[in-house]
């Protein structure tokens, strides 16, 4: 048997071997599969699900990478954001544009490689793909934004036995879907399970119900009642998910109802929950509610609130003239060990000074405060070099 250093070093040398073939663009024959025995391995099937899953893990950060994110670190800490409007990839057709930013030519490169790199394992080496490798190969091709492909692929799977189409295989694609804007085509991959003979579990309706929010509210809705028709028991993260749709679109009593709902069935609300209640009540100009909620979450123990929770009261005090309430609110949220955005440390600088308050906020909260977001730019200058400048010219300042 083989040390597992040494099989971890050829799992490596493998998978670098197939990448550097799609980005040369080189074919997938049966002298590349000749070639490949002979100086990497001496087994006659190198490859291993794990093996295939990792190439085609990797083709998208590859091939996919938009154009603004080329600079990114890997190890990024900086989450993924959704676009937050449908995208219509009929109209980026016809524009010849792609929405998400990337290199079209560069985005058919990869999805061609990993499609031929799919089927050579399997004629040349008679690999025989599972759930696994076809989720992983589905998921390149949702990533690709070829959804009719990516139908057709899952089809062949399930009509020639090339791999088990599961209920956690497209789950996993209505996540990806709704991560590349496609929220219509990711609430349909829900209504399409049935074609392949999966049942929804708790997990699929939650994502369905999750990524319906952003598209149509009374959808989310429908597919939470069909939760709770099956029996399945909805976690905090379905709650939270409805009750930020109804609060951003001004459905507060909907919200209230299944805020009470939760609590009901044992469900312990979160930060996040609070959070959704706080920011709708500010914007409304209702912030002694907001307030409520703020110190209900406290008195109830369900969170610690952070810059998230105070940042709305304290914009909505200011502007309607209340900067001194607002400043007690900005010195809580230090005291509680939270920095605030260097937005509203200057809009409450700011209104203190315009009513000749300055003196309230005194100068060991400022150099917490400004110490605060100092740090914050060095942490995210290590990732996004363009801040150098910003940070280099607020040192200056200060100076």
């Given amino acids: 048997m083989l040390p597992l250093h040494h099989h971890h070093r050829h799992h490596s040398t493998l998978i670098n071997a197939i990448l550097s073939i799609m980005l040369q663009d080189r074919p997938f024959d049966t002298h590349l599969a000749s070639s490949l025995t002979t100086t990497i391995t001496t087994s006659a099937n190198p490859f291993t699900s794990q093996t295939v899953s990792s190439i085609l893990k990797s083709v998208p950060r590859f091939f996919f990478q938009p154009i603004t994110q080329m600079g990114r670190q890997p190890n990024s800490t900086l989450r993924h954001r959704s676009p937050l409007r449908q995208r219509r990839l009929d109209s980026e057709s016809q524009k010849r544009t792609d929405g998400s930013r990337r290199n079209p030519s560069r985005v058919q490169l990869g999805l061609a490689k990993s499609i031929q790199f799919y089927y050579w394992v399997e004629d040349e080496f008679g690999f025989v793909h599972d759930d696994v490798t076809v989720r992983e190969m589905a998921v390149v091709v949702a990533k690709a934004n070829e959804v009719r492909t990516m139908w057709e692929f899952l089809k062949e799977c399930r009509g020639r036995g090339r791999g088990i189409v599961s209920t956690t295989t497209i789950t996993c694609l209505m996540k990806v879907l709704g991560e590349e804007g496609l929220v219509r085509e990711a609430v349909g991959a829900f209504y399409r399970m049935k074609q392949f003979g999966c049942k929804p579990d708790v997990y699929s309706l939650q994502t369905g119900c999750r990524k319906a929010v952003r598209r149509r509210l009374w959808e989310a809705n429908h597919l939470f009642r069909l939760m709770l028709f099956k029996g399945f028991v909805p976690d905090v993260v379905t709650y939270n998910c409805l009750i930020d749709g109804c609060c951003k679109t001004y459905r507060i009593g909907r919200a209230l109802e299944l805020f009470k709902d939760m609590k009901k069935r044992s469900c312990m609300p979160n930060r996040v929950t609070y959070n959704s ?101 060095c942490c995210i200058m290590k990732f996004k070099p363009a801040m150098r400048h910003r940070v280099l010219t607020r040192i200056n300042n200060t100076c």
């Fill in 277 to 377: 209640f706080i920011r709708y009540y500010s914007v409304v100009n209702e912030i002694d509610k907001a307030v409520e909620m703020l110190r209900q979450m406290q008195a109830m123990g369900h969170g610690v609130p952070t810059t998230s929770s105070y940042t709305p009261i304290i914009h909505a005090l200011c502007e309607v003239g209340r900067a001194v309430e607002a400043c007690n609110f900005l010195v809580e949220l230090v005291n509680g060990g939270s920095v605030p955005r260097e937005y509203t440390y200057k809009l409450v600088s700011d209104a203190l000074n315009s009513l000749g308050n300055a003196d309230l906020l005194d100068e060991d909260v400022r150099r917490r405060i400004e110490g605060g977001i100092m740090d914050r730019y």
